[in-house]
């Protein structure tokens, strides 16, 4: 008997096969699927660009912050009533004085004050450092403990950070927008420098070893992005000073100065591309770019003191004698003056005069050894500073240094 087997239904007219329809389907499958992907692509990219964009808008703000704080210090210190020179600082052996936003920063061997251009005094900081030191840029300032390993910075109304470092702290330098290099002992090295931005954020990062030596100075180019760092080594049996000219934005040393036989004293830049380097013996002229030297002043006296103005240096030099002799120096290291230094202890030099510190006063003079004035002091100043006012500093005090017949 056979069964009966109904015929197949027809394909209805225009309908594809079903095969075609599996194909149209996984097809259709797989755009949607290029769809999502491109779709999370696209995402990630906005997220990224995002971060990207909240990151750069985060350090414009952190900087507008800065500035504002810093605007901020100056309103509020100049509508503070009192204020005026002499200013009691209570530093009786001072280590260091800088000038810092038109005043000073003082340290003494326990504390740090600070006074405003006016004379009034802001702050007084307990370092309780045992090798402390200043580093200074704007209207901030670091103070560190040399072969110890903290430090802090500081605005002229409040601690900004503390930090704690893992290696014994060389020497630091800061620049005029407030960026902070340190050099510190290494493990691996013979030094580590790091620079960190205002907020103490790593952005570079510079070994040196035996070749290169110890850090020793660290001075910042206006610009804020370049640095020139001095090391010291023993070379055949003397001091050799080496500077390395670094910038932030590239891996390699720009170039460097190889001073043989010499040790660096002081270091900074004259304008954006030179270098002002005094030495043991000499002080030379560099061009920043190659390291090339453009002009030298050698003295084969004792170098007692020195101090750099702009592109102007004044010499404190003994003699075998025993006596003194001042020497300032300008453009291109060109002698302006020789004189007689009688009995000095020390020189500041500015951009218009010289100033000579001897036992009991200043005497002032002009850039080419010409005698103004004296003023008499009845103690020895240990230093003069040009900030927005004329200042010396003598015993536990900063006052206006000022020709005798302004004395009121």
């Not at 402390?132 to 409040?158: D, H, I, K």
């Not at 601690?159 to 290696?167: G, I, K, S």
């Not at 902070?180 to 570079?204: D, G, I, Q, W």
Request: hydrophobic share 40%; aromatic share 6%; glycine share 10%.
């Amino acid at each position: 008997m056979e069964l009966y087997t109904p015929p197949a239904s027809p394909q209805p007219e225009n309908q594809p096969p079903q095969n075609l329809q599996q194909a149209r389907a996984v097809r259709l499958s797989e755009v949607r699927r290029r769809r999502q992907r491109k779709k999370c692509r696209m995402l990630a990219l906005l997220a990224l660009l995002a971060v990207v964009v909240i990151a750069a808008l985060a350090g414009a703000f952190r900087s507008s912050v800065t500035a504002l704080a810093d605007l901020g210090d100056s309103i509020r210190i100049g509508l503070t009533p009192g204020g005026s020179y002499p200013v009691k600082t209570g530093i009786g052996q001072l280590y260091q004085v800088e000038k810092l936003a038109g005043g000073f920063v003082e340290l003494g061997e326990k504390d740090v004050v600070l006074a405003s251009a006016s004379g009034l005094k802001l702050r007084t900081i307990q370092h309780g450092y045992a090798r402390p030191a200043l580093a200074v840029g704007g209207s901030r300032f670091c103070v560190y403990n040399r072969a110890g390993y903290t430090l802090r910075v500081e605005s002229r109304s409040q601690n900004l950070y503390t930090q704690t470092l893992d290696n014994a702290i060389l020497v630091c330098g800061m620049s005029q927008n407030g960026s902070l290099a340190v050099a510190t002992r290494s493990n691996r090295y013979t030094a580590e420098v790091k620079v960190y931005s205002p907020n103490f954020v790593y952005r570079y990062g510079w070994n040196t070893t035996d070749s290169e030596g110890t850090p020793i100075r660290i001075a910042f180019a206006p610009d804020n992005k370049r640095l020139a760092v001095a090391c010291l080594r023993a070379d055949a049996g003397q001091m050799t000073t080496g500077i390395y000219l670094l910038d932030t934005r590239k891996d390699a040393v720009s170039t460097d100065i190889q001073a043989q036989g010499s040790t660096l004293l002081q270091l900074s830049w004259v304008g954006s591309s030179q270098l002002l380097a005094v030495y043991d013996h000499y002080t030379a002229l560099y061009d920043a770019a190659t390291g090339k030297e453009r002009a030298r002043f050698e003295y084969g006296d004792h170098l007692l003191d020195a101090s750099i103005s702009g592109k102007y240096v004044g010499l404190l030099l003994g003699t075998k004698g025993g006596a003194t002799q001042l020497v300032t120096l300008g453009t291109n290291l060109n002698q302006l003056a020789q004189v007689n230094g009688s009995g000095a202890v020390g020189v500041t030099v500015t951009g218009t005069a010289v100033y000579q510190l001897d036992q009991s006063g200043v005497t002032c003079l002009t850039l080419k050894g010409v005698e103004k004035w004296r003023a008499k002091l009845g103690v020895q100043p240990q230093a003069v500073v040009s900030a927005k006012k004329l200042l010396v500093f003598t015993g536990s005090e900063a006052a206006l240094l000022t020709a005798p017949e302004q004395n009121g």
